[in-house]
Structures are given as C-alpha cells and as structure tokens.
C-alpha cells in the first residue's frame, strides 16, 4: 500500500510541529524518518496512523492509502498496525493471547475461526522464533523477546501498513541490532509498507529502503541511505549523518591558513570553512607541500576494524576525530602526546547563501 502525505502541517498552540509536508511512500517500501528530538517525527507518524489530525488551515491537508483518501478515516479503520518503544504488551495475557488480540476482538463477519487463528498466530511465532516461549507471560520475556512478541502482533492483523515509534529505543545495541534485521526480514518477506521512527543515523542508515530527514517541522532531503550518506543536500544533512571535523581559516592565493596551520585550495580569497569525516583524515609523519596541518594525539580507542583517534592543536577550535586502520596505526607506533601531520584525503563545503550546488567536496 503506498501512502502519499499532500500538503500536511501541524501547530500545537504556537509550536509550528510540522511545516506543510508532501512526501510520497512506495508500496513494500520501508522508510525511516530521521531527525533530532522535536524534528516533527512523532507528529509526522502519528498523522500518518490517524492518531492526530493535519491542520485544516491555511490549507487543507490530504493523506492516500493507495487510492483511498483516509484523511479522515479514523485510526482503526487505516489498517495499521503499530510497534512503541515500550512494548505495550498486556501484561496478564500470554505470548499467544497477546498476538491473537487483534484477531479475537475483530467483528465476528470478518474475524477468523479459531482454528485459523491458531495458525496464523503459530506461524508469527514461528517467524520471529518464540513459538516455544507461547505460553510466558509478557514478564518472563526479555525487552528484545518483549519486542518481538509486540512485533507479531502488530502483523498479526495483517495491516497494509506497519508504523513504528523508535522500536527499538530502550533496548541495548546487540539486540538492537537483533531487531533491526528481525523487521528487515518479516517486511520482505510480508510485503507490507513500514515507516518508523529513529534519531539514530546508523539505524535509518542501516534499515531503511530510503530515508526522511527531518528538521524542525521541515523534510531536509529524501533518499537512499547511500545517496544520503554520499550526497547530502546541506550542511544540516551532513552534520547529523556522521562525525564532522572542523577547519576555519582564511584563503589568500590558493592557501587556507588558520594559526601555524596551512592548506592549498582551490578556493577564491576570503573567509571559508571546510569539514571532514574521521575517516578522511590521513596521519602521517610529515606535512607535505600542500598541506602542512600539525596535530597531537590526545586519545586512542580501538573499536573493530579501526583504532579511532582523537586530535588537538592549537589552530583547532574544538579535537578532531581520526578513523585509522590498524595496519596504519602500528606502522606510525601511535601513541597519547605524539606529533603528527593531519592529511585531507578530502573535504566538504557548504555555502548556505549560495543555494544551488550547496555542496562542493574536494579530493586533496
Ligand atoms: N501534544 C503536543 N502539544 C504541544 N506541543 C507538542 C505536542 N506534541 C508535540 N509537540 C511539539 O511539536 C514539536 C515536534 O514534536 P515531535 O514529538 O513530533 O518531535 P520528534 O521529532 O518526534 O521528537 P522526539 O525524538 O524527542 O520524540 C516539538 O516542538 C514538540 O514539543
């Protein structure tokens, strides 16, 4: 079921929740809204599932489920079904009871014998691999078994929509990672249409077919993670996707210069700004003859494939993070107070006067 949002806003007495939105949902397509806290996901979400109402004026919104025109239709009658962070399982009711809910409570001309009901819930069990625990109580489970339990019984109706509000928000990051590909493989393998809700990058990245990023009350771009990631439409995009190491300074005939800092740009004169991720920062030895940024080291921490290092000098406002492969991290002996040279593998731009191409990126 696709959903096409036209011309949706929100205000809360004089808070501005959401500016007018238009955004378009494939079928079978799982999307992520993205933002910081008070962005206008929730609001967004809850529009979407009818458990709050678009603004009327200045102008009318409209929300389609497919061909339907469900902007008034109340919440029960969209065929949604709903995960929450805090899984609001009942608490008196079994695994089983609580993923038949839905079904047992349907009106009798449309619900299900008991016997296909039966079935239909063992077979939710079975896909999120708790048939065995169907006879616990919500109590005896743990929050990522909790959250499967909420997962199945969402499904359980079949909705032609699933809409989540950070799922997996109270959960530790193993099982959050769990759960990510828990979701991942019962939409595939269901075929409905999801939106859920996230602050997390990593999240939105890692699950989404495409991602809604959101600031205050305003959709900033949406894309593909991989878009995204790789071409971001501003400054805001890029900064909340990932780690962003500063570099101010002043251009005069080709050369940025900040303190003792220097580095060769292709940039007319005047002030400028220049961000890197951890990842495009080089450490070497030396300077070179571009490019001569000199950096002490200020803290190591190995995580997974990387050793991530932390940077100060005097001509930095605030430490930069480098990413660095082991193999580079042995070779250089790095360790706390060394001196060494920071090496642009390359940089991004962003002028918000200038509207269109907002980005310029550079490989040093
Ligand atoms: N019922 C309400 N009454 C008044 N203001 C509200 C209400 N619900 C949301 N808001 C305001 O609307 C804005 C958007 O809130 P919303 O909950 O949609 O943001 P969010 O991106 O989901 O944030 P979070 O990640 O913190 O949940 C915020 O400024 C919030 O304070």
């Known amino acids: 079921m696709s959903i096409r949002l036209q011309n949706i806003a929100k205000h ?3 808070t501005q929740a959401l500016e007018p939105i238009n955004l378009d949902i494939h079928e079978g397509e799982l999307v992520g809204l993205l933002g910081p806290s008070g962005s206008g996901k929730t ?9 709050e109402s678009a603004d009327r004026s200045p102008q009318p919104g409209k929300i389609l489920f497919g061909d339907r025109d469900v902007t008034h ?10 995960v929450f962070q805090h899984y609001a399982l009942f608490r008196h009711m079994s695994v089983y009871d609580n993923v038949a809910f839905g079904l047992t409570v349907m009106p009798k001309k449309r619900r299900p014998s008991s016997g296909d009901i039966r079935a239909r819930v063992f077979r939710l069990l079975e896909m999120v691999q708790l048939q065995h625990l169907a006879n616990r109580l919500p109590a005896q489970l743990s929050g990522g078994q909790q959250q499967r339990v909420s997962l199945a019984r969402a499904l359980a109706v079949e909705p032609d929509v699933l809409l989540l509000d950070e ?3 109270a959960l530790d990051a193993k099982v959050r990672q769990d759960l990510r590909r828990w979701l991942r493989r019962l939409h595939d393998e269901l075929n409905f249409t999801s939106v859920f809700v996230t602050h997390d990058q990593e999240e939105a990245l890692e699950l ?8 205050n009350g305003r959709i900033e771009q949406i894309d593909t993670p991989d878009t995204l990631y790789r071409a971001p439409k501003n400054r805001f995009v890029f900064e909340f996707l990932g780690d962003v190491n500063h570099l101010e300074g002043r251009v005069r005939n080709g050369v940025l210069t900040c303190g003792d800092a220097h580095l060769n740009v292709d940039l007319s004169d005047g002030d400028e700004e220049l961000l890197l991720r951890p990842h495009e920062v080089r450490l070497a030895e030396e300077p070179s003859a571009e490019c001569h940024l000199p950096v002490t080291v200020t803290a190591i921490s190995p995580v997974g494939a990387e050793v991530r290092v932390e940077l100060e000098a005097d001509w930095l406002a605030t430490p930069w993070q480098a990413t660095v492969r082991h193999a580079d991290f042995e070779r250089l002996h790095m360790r706390r107070g060394q001196r060494l040279f920071a090496h642009p593998r390359q940089w991004h731009r962003f002028k918000e006067e200038a509207k269109i191409p907002e980005q310029q990126t550079r490989v040093a």
């Open 208 to 215: 989404s077919d495409r991602v809604v990023v959101m600031s």
């Open 12 to 14: 809360f007495a004089n």
């Open 167 to 169: 799922p997996f928000g």
């Open 43 to 51: 609001t967004l979400l809850r529009i979407i599932a009818g458990l």
């Open 73 to 82: 239709v109340h919440v029960r009658d969209r065929r949604i079904g709903f």
